[in-house]
């Protein structure tokens, strides 16, 4: 690591397949059965896989029909997020319990900064594993955990023990834990930059830094340095305790197509009730209404209006929704719609945090992790 760098002491805990984990947990006739929640044998997407499905290929994302294909047995298992959420407020109250430094990147998984921490425990591994361990007495379920000295080599490693373990990158060892890994691995390296650089001669971590900033520059511009960096041990972002939520959207699939717009007025109907629902419950609102419709043949458009106000109304996110609807011809039947509200007026006040981060990065502790 460069020695000019504040040692943090940075952890990443991931709930194990949380949503079917849950289900699992609530409904023990279901443990050790390949279980999908969402979607069905017929339509929509899986939302979680448990891990006796994801052995048959089961994973996030894939269409009902396919994990049925994939796996015959497969049980399938409506979402229940509001009781998610309840879980996952009982987990983020442990988190706090050891910092205020948290920063939830969904329902199932955060980093913790923990290089001051309030046990005043100088091992995060240590951490790690009491945490785990109470997730699983208290809550029920259990946890992975990755832990390094920046927020992306932590999440990197929270899925090498999966499930139910952890692992931890020391200070020492991470440019060696990033020489061997997987270019697919890196932040910011989706699938068209990584067959850029496959066709570039970089596929590990060590062919990346083998590369000379202006190399990398020439060939991915501004991300050029960002990689040159990330792939040094570099990474200076901070734990950001109230991340600033960016949009609030809701969508729906539908059992079957639709081709009236009688039938889509009445559906983003329900649609912009739960938007604003939603908008409520975090006391936020918002410019910019973007309708979003996936068709049968599963392409996907969006069409977006700006406001010049600050809304969270249901009628007037409702009938923004039905203009955009209006907007143009629909060019097939629609399988698809959701609405979301983004140029929220979310504001930034971390002033509690930053204090925190300040104090938390100014120690150079010499316990181990």
Do not use: W
């Amino acid at each position: 690591m460069p020695n000019d760098l504040p040692i943090r002491k940075i952890i990443h805990v991931d709930m194990d397949a949380f949503y079917a984990s849950v289900e699992q947990m609530d409904h023990p006739e279901l443990k050790g059965k390949a279980l999908a929640v969402g979607g069905s044998e017929k339509r929509g997407v899986v939302a979680a896989a448990s891990y006796e499905a994801r052995k048959f290929g089961v994973r996030s994302a894939m269409s009902g029909v396919q994990a049925k294909r994939n796996c015959p047995e497969l049980i399938f298992v409506k979402p229940r997020f509001d009781r998610y959420k309840d879980i996952s407020k009982q987990v983020r109250a442990i988190f706090y319990e050891y910092t205020d430094l948290v920063e939830p990147l969904s329902l199932d998984e955060a980093y913790l900064d923990v290089t001051v921490n309030k046990t005043g425990n100088p091992s995060a591994s240590l951490i790690a594993q009491e945490i785990r361990v109470r997730i699983l007495e208290e809550v029920g379920i259990t946890a992975s955990a990755g832990i390094s000295v920046n927020k992306f080599v932590a999440k990197i490693a929270s899925d090498y023990n999966k499930p139910n373990g952890q692992k931890t990158v020391n200070p020492e060892d991470v440019l060696e834990f990033l020489e061997v890994l997987d270019i697919r691995k890196f932040h910011g390296v989706g699938k068209v930059t990584a067959d850029k650089m496959y066709q570039l001669g970089i596929f590990t971590g060590r062919d990346l830094k083998s590369k000379t900033l202006d190399y990398l520059e020439d060939h991915f511009g501004k991300s050029g340095s960002y990689y040159y960096n990330l792939v040094r041990g570099i990474h200076n972002s901070e734990v950001k305790p109230n991340r600033i939520r960016k949009s609030l959207a809701a969508e729906r699939t539908f059992n079957e197509n639709l081709s009236s717009e009688i039938f889509m007025l009445q559906r983003l109907d329900t649609i912009a009730t739960e938007v604003a629902k939603r908008l409520e419950q975090s006391k936020v609102a918002g410019k910019t209404i973007t309708l979003k419709i996936k068709y049968s043949d599963f392409t996907l458009q969006t069409r977006s209006k700006t406001l010049p106000y600050f809304i969270s109304n249901k009628d007037i996110i409702l009938d923004t929704a039905k203009d955009l609807l209006y907007q143009e011809k629909m060019s097939n039947s629609v399988r698809l719609l959701g609405i979301s509200l983004s140029n929220l007026n979310t504001e930034d006040s971390t002033s509690k945090a930053t204090e925190l981060k300040e104090k938390s990065v100014s120690v150079q502790l010499k316990f181990g992790f």
